[in-house]
């Protein structure tokens, strides 16, 4: 193998004599095979990204004590989700009672999936209700009062609302708690309600489940360490709790100047607060998981300078991947086929008729030309998941890749 000089290269997505190989494969010959827009994701990395989470646990004094749910709001392609299953190295993590009935049908059981959601309605309740073995975390009094009239006596989960949040860089896009109220949780000041209606309705409550951010990374992990410290006085408030679930937002780069996570370092916290309590804990990434394991493959359809600024066009747009206009989140564009000479800057805008289609604003890249193959990595996550058919333009397919 070539050596490795982007920032990006790793085992498994790098040149090989200026040609892009992704999951083993040569992007150029995925290019001829199947055109494009298609999503590529490389089930190897899947499976080595799960496993330092797992030895990460591990080594932290969390041996045979935890449970990594996938959250596959990220990604809920089905060929993906049952390789998941059969691989046994997770659970899911849903928000919807279709996401439970897809990762039903996709192989999981109702045992394997914890489910956190907001403003369900009564059909939504009914539907979950009739689920033997559903992981439930309530998130607010309405939904502890509407899942105890359907049946007392069950184990519950409250997700609660610490009032800190951590994300990304700080984004504030990216955050689910902090200065501003949100809809996510019970607060303090509602705790105690909370516990009363368990206690009404014969629920025993013995999770606590917060999410408060995504994206973050090995700078951010001091505020998520004090996410944390709030959340214990909510977990030491019930002598019921068995299990922690800590959520999800575990980061990967987007950048050059972007570290991996230390996994270490995010474990260790969770030693020194969880550990000496003797609780079981629960993760629930997405991003982590399947997000640099993506690739989407597009072709350049125009080359053209306006002003000042060399304008590549191809042939999607931020509708099947929102994340670089939604969240700031950059997708890094990556030749397939490198040609020689000099970097130059070009932005890379989409085929939608909206301004906010520009998939990377100034970006260096050997020269390009009409009918090239470009890919876009980091795009496994919150890309398929959340697209679109704006302009009528939502057209892609995906392909798992073993």
Partial sequence: MAAMHQWWERDRLHYVEDRLVFAGRSVAGLARQFDSPAFFYDAARVAANLTRVHDALDEAGFAGRHRINYAMKANRFAPLLTWMKTSGLCSVDACSPREVEHAISSGFSPAEISFTATSLSDRDFDRLSRLDGLEMNCDSLHSLRQWGER????????????????????NEMLQY?????????IYRE?????????????????????HTGCGYLTPQLSAWEKVVEECLWFVDQVATVTTVNVGGGLGVPH??????????????????????????????????????AGLLLLTVNAVETKKDTMFVGVDAGFNIAVEPAVYGLPFQPVP????????IPITLVG????????????????????????????????????????????????????
């Fill in 177 to 185: 708690s902090g200065g501003r109220t949100t809809k996510f949780g």
């Fill in 190 to 210: 509602q705790f105690g309600v909370a516990l009363e209606l368990a206690a009404r309705y014969d629920l025993t409550v013995e999770r606590i489940h917060f």
């Fill in 351 to 402: 085929n939608i008729n909206e301004a906010l289609d520009v998939w990377y604003p100034n970006v260096l890249l050997p020269q390009l030309k009409t009918g090239d193959p470009l890919a876009l990595i980091n795009a496994g996550a919150y890309s398929s998941s959340m697209a679109s058919n704006h302009c009528m333009r939502g057209e892609f397919r995906e392909f798992l890749l073993l």
């Fill in 336 to 343: 397939v086929c490198r040609r020689p000479g000099a970097e």
């Fill in 255 to 292: 950048v050059a100047m972007d570290d991996p996570l230390d996994l270490s370092c995010w474990a260790r916290i969770l030693n020194r607060h969880f550990r000496p309590r003797d609780l079981q804990i629960e993760v629930e990434p997405g991003d982590y998981l399947v997000k640099d």
């Fill in 151 to 170: 049946g007392s006596g069950r184990s519950v989960g409250i997700r609660v609302n610490p009032a800190v949040g951590v994300g990304r860089a700080q």
